[in-house]
């Protein structure tokens, strides 16, 4: 494979230190708010679960179905996104999700019956499903080719940073109103203020989309080649030859033509192979259970003697370890390549899953209330850390990095927004199944989620592709 991690169009006489490399990872960092926001709502709803359950007086499985509602919505939001972002542009689909956000954020936490707040979780799961598809695809976009990967898992780390905030803040809150969800803070109750608080981050995303310029790529396409020659430069050193670039960029564009559903259809297997792997890599990525190691977090601390009142903090400690590993993924995802690194993660994954398994064998009890001997509970701690760290220092950013470079031009916006559906949608499935699949066999569950990360092992050798190195308008 020839590597373009050098060439001129990467930047300058040295293409591995762009000249303007803060400029371009403060543009990536706005971008990537949107991963921000969705760590942020995953997580900070889970503070709020037993509150919304006694306040609304609702059944769990009728809890469950709201809590994944915005999970039905991201899915929406990432199959449109990819269309609107050609006609509109990448940062107006941003501001759009900022307003998604926002109003989500207030409708949530004053909502007057229990499908208003679905309601309301269906759109900031909109907006959140938007910026899923915006965040990954506008950063491969603006990021010169020899830091492409790393940039590119600002998405994630923005993420696991979300979901550890929102941990903080709902500690904070819950203190604030001495350890009760329906504690009265400013005439408002303390769940409403966990997900009222959402508005902060939501606005902010807003106000740094209008300090962050569009995508040269996008400016090409609707003929302002000044101002992308003028974005160039900006991210790619001053030295580079902005008119060669715009030509290579417009010659791809122009050899294409703006990507559609119909598009990605191709043979007998309905969509092209291309789609198939992206959409295979987005439901691999949540088959593994990574969301049920943060559904349960509370009740494993429980099973092995900690303090219910405490699980939020000993939660945080799980998100500490998520944030370590994705550290770890930005700093080997351009050395050692996609591949290699989403192979090390499915490895340790299979393993550190099957160890959970075995521990939760020994359980007593059922749903939240359950048991394990001492050193049973502590190889389940060990384990769920384990998964976690693979997870993160892998799939979790691995998967944004190549939805974001693997499509080829032609179909890059609507295969992505076809991939980010597909990974809400098993991410909705993982979120509904998982409270029955423990109160059958919790240890099972965790041996499905295990067999998952077995066979994502074959499917990474064969048919996913390597695209270190590469520009974008080499993926073909």
Same mark, same amino acid.
Request: overall charge neutral.
């Given at each position: 494979? &020839?590597?373009?991690?050098?060439?001129?169009? $990467?930047?300058?006489?040295?293409?591995?230190?762009?000249?303007?490399?803060?400029?371009?990872?403060?543009?990536?960092?706005?971008?990537?708010?949107?991963?921000?926001?969705?760590?942020?709502?995953?997580?900070?709803?889970?503070? $709020?679960?037993?509150?919304?359950?006694?306040?609304?007086?609702?059944?769990?499985?009728?809890?469950?179905?709201?809590? =994944? @509602?915005?999970?039905?919505?991201?899915?929406?939001?990432?199959? &449109?996104?990819?269309?609107?972002?050609?006609?509109?542009?990448?940062?107006?689909?941003?501001?759009?999700?900022?307003?998604?956000?926002?109003?989500?954020?207030?409708?949530?936490?004053?909502? *007057?019956?229990?499908?208003?707040?679905?309601?309301?979780?269906?759109?900031?799961?909109?907006?959140?499903?938007?910026?899923?598809?915006?965040?990954?695809?506008?950063? @491969?976009?603006?990021?010169?080719?020899?830091?492409?990967?790393?940039?590119?898992?600002?998405?994630?780390?923005?993420?696991?940073?979300?979901?550890?905030?929102?941990?903080?803040?709902?500690?904070?809150?819950? /203190?604030? =109103?001495?350890?009760?969800?329906?504690?009265?803070?400013?005439?408002?109750? =303390?769940?409403?203020?966990? +997900?009222?608080?959402?508005?902060?981050?939501?606005?902010?995303?807003?106000?740094?989309?209008?300090?962050?310029?569009?995508?040269?790529?996008?400016?090409?396409?609707?003929?302002?080649?000044?101002?992308?020659?003028?974005?160039?430069?900006?991210?790619?050193?001053?030295?580079?030859?902005?008119?060669?670039?715009?030509?290579?960029?417009?010659?791809?564009?122009?050899?294409?033509?703006?990507?559609?559903?119909?598009?990605?259809?191709?043979?007998?297997?309905?969509?092209?192979?291309?789609?198939?792997?992206?959409?295979?890599?987005?439901?691999?990525?949540?088959?593994?259970?990574? /969301?049920?190691?943060?559904?349960?977090?509370?009740?494993? !601390?429980?099973?092995?003697?900690?303090?219910?009142?405490?699980?939020?903090?000993?939660? *945080?400690?799980?998100?500490?370890?998520?944030?370590?590993?994705?550290?770890?993924?930005?700093? *080997?995802?351009?050395?050692?390549?996609?591949?290699?690194?989403?192979?090390?993660?499915?490895?340790?994954? =299979?393993?550190?899953?099957?160890?959970?398994?075995?521990? *939760?064998?020994?359980?007593?009890?059922?749903?939240?209330?359950? &048991?394990?001997?001492?050193?049973?509970? +502590?190889? @389940?701690?060990? @384990?769920?850390?384990?998964?976690?760290?693979?997870?993160?220092?892998?799939?979790?950013?691995?998967?944004?990095?190549?939805?974001?470079?693997?499509?080829?031009?032609?179909?890059?916006?609507?295969?992505?927004?076809?991939?980010?559906?597909?990974?809400?949608?098993?991410?909705?499935?993982?979120?509904?199944?998982?409270?029955?699949?423990?109160?059958?066999?919790?240890?099972?569950?965790?041996?499905?989620?295990?067999?998952?990360?077995?066979?994502?092992?074959?499917?990474?050798?064969? !048919?996913?592709?390597? &695209?270190?190195?590469?520009?974008?308008?080499?993926?073909?």
């Amino acid at each position: 494979m &020839t590597s373009t991690a050098n060439a001129p169009a $990467a930047g300058g006489g040295n293409a591995s230190q762009p000249d303007h490399l803060g400029h371009v990872i403060f543009i990536t960092a706005a971008a990537a708010m949107g991963g921000f926001l969705f760590g942020y709502d995953s997580s900070v709803i889970n503070g $709020a679960v037993v509150a919304i359950r006694d306040r609304f007086d609702v059944g769990s499985a009728a809890l469950a179905q709201v809590i =994944a @509602a915005a999970l039905i919505g991201c899915a929406f939001g990432a199959a &449109t996104a990819g269309r609107l972002a050609d006609r509109i542009g990448r940062i107006r689909c941003m501001q759009i999700a900022a307003v998604l956000f926002t109003a989500s954020a207030i409708g949530s936490a004053t909502p *007057f019956a229990l499908w208003d707040l679905a309601m309301w979780r269906i759109i900031g799961g909109f907006g959140i499903g938007m910026a899923s598809v915006i965040g990954p695809a506008y950063i @491969a976009e603006v990021s010169p080719p020899a830091y492409r990967g790393r940039l590119a898992s600002f998405q994630q780390a923005a993420i696991v940073i979300g979901i550890a905030v929102s941990q903080l803040v709902n500690w904070g809150i819950l /203190n604030l =109103a001495d350890g009760d969800q329906r504690g009265e803070i400013g005439g408002l109750e =303390a769940w409403q203020w966990m +997900l009222g608080v959402m508005v902060v981050p939501a606005v902010l995303y807003g106000l740094l989309s209008f300090a962050i310029p569009e995508s040269p790529r996008f400016l090409v396409s609707v003929g302002k080649m000044d101002q992308a020659k003028t974005v160039l430069r900006e991210v790619e050193g001053e030295r580079i030859d902005a008119d060669a670039r715009v030509r290579e960029i417009d010659a791809a564009i122009h050899s294409e033509h703006k990507s559609t559903f119909k598009d990605l259809l191709g043979g007998r297997m309905g969509f092209l192979p291309i789609v198939w792997i992206g959409i295979g890599l987005s439901v691999f990525q949540q088959l593994v259970g990574i /969301n049920v190691i943060f559904y349960y977090s509370s009740s494993l !601390w429980q099973s092995v003697g900690i303090d219910a009142s405490s699980s939020f903090l000993y939660s *945080f400690e799980t998100s500490v370890v998520n944030i370590i590993g994705t550290v770890i993924a930005m700093l *080997f995802v351009d050395r050692i390549g996609r591949k290699p690194l989403a192979l090390i993660g499915s490895v340790g994954m =299979a393993i550190s899953l099957g160890v959970a398994a075995w521990a *939760f064998s020994f359980r007593s009890g059922v749903g939240d209330d359950i &048991t394990l001997p001492q050193t049973q509970g +502590l190889v @389940a701690i060990i @384990a769920a850390n384990s998964f976690v760290l693979f997870f993160a220092l892998s799939w979790g950013v691995v998967v944004w990095v190549l939805l974001g470079e693997m499509f080829p031009g032609r179909i890059r916006a609507a295969a992505l927004g076809v991939a980010a559906a597909a990974q809400w949608i098993a991410n909705w499935v993982i979120t509904v199944t998982f409270p029955t699949l423990s109160d059958w066999n919790l240890s099972g569950a965790y041996v499905i989620y295990a067999v998952f990360a077995v066979l994502s092992i074959p499917f990474i050798l064969k !048919w996913v592709p390597e &695209t270190k190195g590469k520009a974008l308008e080499e993926m073909g």
